[in-house]
């Protein structure tokens, strides 16, 4: 298992910008499939974005595709949510989480093991 340490997260206007963070510890980061998922007040969480261990397929929501884009710089450990465009929805605590293996395969939380402890991202309107 990794340890998992979340960063960047803060308050925004909208249609402005963000950079999450998530540092891995660990020398088995590159053989770990990462995911950022996000949960809102009163809501269940669900899955953001995910990148398979060598960064060379990427997976989003729907409802953030287009502006979100997942990236991971191995050498470094770290794993990177950049969020443009953001929206008054978009309003969670964001979570970084791990698996080892190759790739995801659309199981959401269920299939990460190892979660950071959050990140609060707020979108003002």
């Known amino acids: 298992q990794v340890q998992l340490v979340e960063s960047g997260g803060g308050l925004v206007q909208a249609g402005g910008f963000l950079r999450l963070s998530c540092a891995a510890s660990?020398?088995?980061?590159?053989?770990?499939?990462m995911g950022w998922f996000r949960q809102a007040p009163g809501k269940e969480r669900e899955f953001v974005a995910a990148?398979?261990?060598?960064?060379?397929?990427?997976y989003y929501a729907d409802s953030v595709k287009g502006r979100f884009t997942i990236s991971r710089d191995n050498a470094k450990n770290t794993v990177y949510l950049q969020m443009n465009s953001l929206k008054p929805e978009d309003t969670a605590v964001y979570y970084c989480?791990?698996?080892?293996?190759?790739?995801?395969?659309?199981?959401?939380?269920?299939?990460?093991?190892?979660w950071g402890q959050g990140t609060q991202v707020t979108v003002s309107s």
């Open positions: 989480a791990g698996q080892g293996g190759l790739d995801y395969t659309g199981l959401g939380a269920a299939e990460f093991g190892s």
């Open positions: 660990g020398r088995t980061f590159s053989s770990y499939v």
């Open positions: 990148i398979s261990w060598n960064g060379g397929r990427t």
